[in-house]
């Protein structure tokens, strides 16, 4: 297992993982299987989600805070019960398959760690899991 | 790796997979472990669901259009942040135990490709995960 | 493949898989890789979140509810398809990496079995992924 630092400077960002985690697989010598990209925390998430316009990512959070508005009668008392039901929502590990060494992304994905309680130090943990040799 | 074809009629639609998944864990070989069903696409998802009545495919597209309207002011310029924002709360994989060569899913769950911006051509990638050998 | 029996008292609860889930990954002897929980019902779903105070679980199921209400105009005849739509937004499965024999999780996180439509007798899942020797 291989951990990624990640520091994020607002309450709510996305941060790009995917080149760490592409460095992370060739690291590890994976040829075939999957790559786990799971958040050890609460109130953070992991998703897949576009990697070229800017603005599918602000309307993501923005979207998100409609979902989950902030002042709903939680009884949590620390204030980021909306951060934890978005961590739910958007789930706290994405799995990606892996083929000749790298990757398997489409054209438009990138993997994006969610910031919904920062700014805070976060960390990545990344988990690299065997294929099966196919038929043929 | 597998990839399924996977063609939209609508701008959203449930797609039934649960037979092709089966059929591509069994051309794999793949005895014990799980099977990554892996959509390379920003606005469309794959989850598991009911597979008996297709009313529950019907209230959970129109669920999804009241938790996100398409109207919200989002400031991408492809009129689909919705889409976008759907695949995040749905998911973009799901992930099945195999057993003595066979998906393991529940009595009423079928595998569905979410299509939210169609009508489009699509595909779905399966990726087979090596399981352990249990103890005794 | 381990089953684990889960028992809800109630409509909607969360129920602690922690302990038996790193039961199970003892018992079946897996060092380094990951745990898959799959819950095979379509009105529950599984999520990993706060382990330490309670009022985050009660924030999360009111949350939800408030999300996905009760008395939307659904079409599936059985007055559960609240509990459908939340099964596909929470995710019927997680993945937690394993290493030394030992799930990986965070400081603050605990897997909780999510009851969306019960009282009911339950099922939940376990399969053992075999992970990569690392390099060096």
Redesign the interface.
Known sequence: ?KTIEVRSSQREQWIPLTAQVQAAVA????R???C?V?????TAAV????NA?P??G???L???G???PRN??????EGN??A??K?????????????NGRL??????GIFFGEFDGPRRRQC?I??????Q??G
Chains 1, 2, 3 share one sequence.
């Open positions: 297992m690291e590890a010598g994976l075939r299987g999957a786990l799971y958040v050890p925390h609460t998703t897949i989600n576009e316009d603005d599918v602000h309307d993501l923005m979207g998100l409609k979902i989950v709903w009668p939680f009884e949590h008392g019960s909306d934890h039901l961590s739910s929502l958007v789930g706290c590990s994405v799995l990606v398959p892996v083929e398997q992304l489409g054209t438009w994905q943990w988990q690299f899991l065997q294929g099966v196919e038929h």
